[in-house]
C-alpha cells in the first residue's frame, strides 16, 4: 500500500472522529463529558441560599445528565444568546456540584487537535523527504507555528469565556 493510501485512511479516520465529536459536545450528550483533553479546573462554593438547579447564563448552552452533574458549552455563532466572536465547537465542561461546593472541568475536544497535530508532522516529514526549498520550509514552518499559536490563544479564550461562566455562578443572577 502507498503512503498516500495510508495518510487518506489516516486523515479520513480522524475527520470522522472529529465529527463524532462534535456532534457529541454539540448536542450536549452525556458521552461529551468524557471527550478531550482537560484545559481547565475551575472550584467554588455556590452562594448561599442557591436552590441547587441550575439555568444557563446567556451565551451558554447547558444540559443536566443527573442530579448535580450538568455539560456546559459555549452557544455558537448561529445560536440565541451567542456573541458573534464566539466560536468554540470542540469546548465542553463538564460540571458537578457537591452540596454547596462546585468543579467545572473544561474540556477541548481531542479529534480536532489529533488532526492538527497529524496534519502538522505529515507536512513537516514530507518536508524532509522532499527535499523542500527554503522558502517552502519557511511556509512550512510559518503554518506550523500558527497552528501551535492557535491552540495556545484559543485555550487562553477558553479559560477567559469560563472564569465568566464560574463568576455567573456567585451572582444574584443565578438562581
Known sequence: MHIGSVLGLVFVSLFAFTFWEYRLIHDLDAWAGLTGLRVLTLRGVLREGHSGDLSAPPGFRLQRIEPGKYLVRPAEWNEPGARLDTS???????????????????????????????????LLSR?????????????????????????????????????????????????
Request: proline residues 1%.
Open 88 to 122: 468554540f465547537p470542540w469546548i465542553v465542561a463538564l460540571f458537578r456540584i457537591v452540596g454547596r461546593e462546585w468543579t467545572l472541568d473544561v474540556r477541548f475536544g481531542l479529534g480536532i487537535l489529533v488532526t492538527f497535530s497529524a496534519a502538522v508532522a505529515t
Open 127 to 175: 518536508a524532509v523527504m522532499d527535499g523542500f526549498t527554503l522558502a517552502a520550509w519557511t511556509a512550512a514552518l510559518a503554518w506550523t507555528s500558527f497552528v501551535a499559536l492557535g491552540f495556545l490563544h484559543l485555550r487562553r479564550r477558553v479559560r477567559s469565556t469560563f472564569t465568566k461562566f464560574a463568576a455567573y455562578l456567585s451572582s444574584a443572577d443565578s438562581v
